[in-house]
């Protein structure tokens, strides 16, 4: 295949992941605690072979998937006045025990299961210092502290666990809004961090910004498929000529 048709698809490829990234955003502009993505791509050069009139290796430029790049700024707090509704203002993450194991998440929207448990809306248990948080009847109207700590009407239940990393970034997302941390990326007690009782943080993203990428994408797709709709218009017409010249 011709080197163009190549770049071209490249960028064509490029523009397919770019668009799915930010589609995704859009569709969680309404997720309490998600965090924007935006794809990021690196140039790979190859050395080509020299084509007719030309002398010495060439070389080509290419687009490459280099991953996605995660936006961890705060979003806006909103006030629900739902008693078990928790937001983390600062740099931190509740502690979520899932089959698989402990999952992370910005994600404040809990409730109480059938057990007196503070659980995820799938059911996960919220953890705290000792375990999961357990409320009874006896409990009464459960307040939680700015530092995590859960008190009822019989003295405190417990303190929620919030915690950071040395590098947010490389948290792996396991869908449901949860996160996973790698190896070599230890879970340690968040500082300067503060819970919000009855309040939600909300998507980092802003529509009108994804709206614009997107447009952006299009563009530089519809482009890129002019160009290669242009190579293969002057292959098919040598290809024509070709094919009239006499033996």
């Known amino acids: ?17 770019a668009m799915d990234v930010i589609a995704n955003n859009i569709a969680n502009v309404s ?26 290796m060439q070389s080509v430029s290419f687009v490459k998937d280099a991953g996605i ?11 629900t006045d739902a008693p078990y509704d928790l937001a983390i203002n600062g740099k931190g993450y509740f502690v979520i025990q ?8 910005r994600d404040g929207h809990f409730s109480l299961d059938q057990n ?21 009847p006896d409990d009464g109207n459960i307040q939680f502290g700015a530092d995590g700590t859960v008190s009822g009407r ?5 303190k929620l666990r919030v915690v950071d990393f040395a590098n947010p970034r490389l948290l792996v997302k396991e869908g449901a809004n949860l996160y996973s941390a790698p190896p070599g990326q230890p879970a340690t007690a968040a500082q300067s961090v503060q819970v919000a009782q009855g309040m939600l943080e909300g998507s980092n993203v802003a529509p009108v910004i994804e709206i614009s990428h997107m447009i952006e994408v299009m563009r530089a797709y519809e ?5 290669t709709k242009s190579q293969e218009d002057l292959l098919r017409q040598a290809i024509d000529r070709l094919g009239q010249t006499p033996y």
């Open 98 to 105: 899932t089959p698989q194991g402990e999952r992370y998440t």
């Open 116 to 136: 007196g448990q503070v659980v995820t809306p799938n059911g996960h248990p919220v953890m705290g210092d000792g375990g999961a948080i357990t409320v009874t």
């Open 31 to 56: 997720t309490p605690g998600f965090k924007r993505e935006a794809a990021k791509f690196e140039e790979y050069v190859a050395q080509v072979r020299p084509a007719e009139g030309q002398t010495g």
């Open 223 to 227: 482009a890129t498929a002019s160009l």
């Open 154 to 158: 019989t003295g405190q239940l417990g």
């Open 69 to 79: 790049l995660r936006d961890l700024s705060q979003g806006n707090m909103t006030v």
């Open 1 to 17: 295949m011709d080197n163009s048709l190549l770049v071209s698809l490249s960028q064509q490829l490029a523009s397919f992941r």
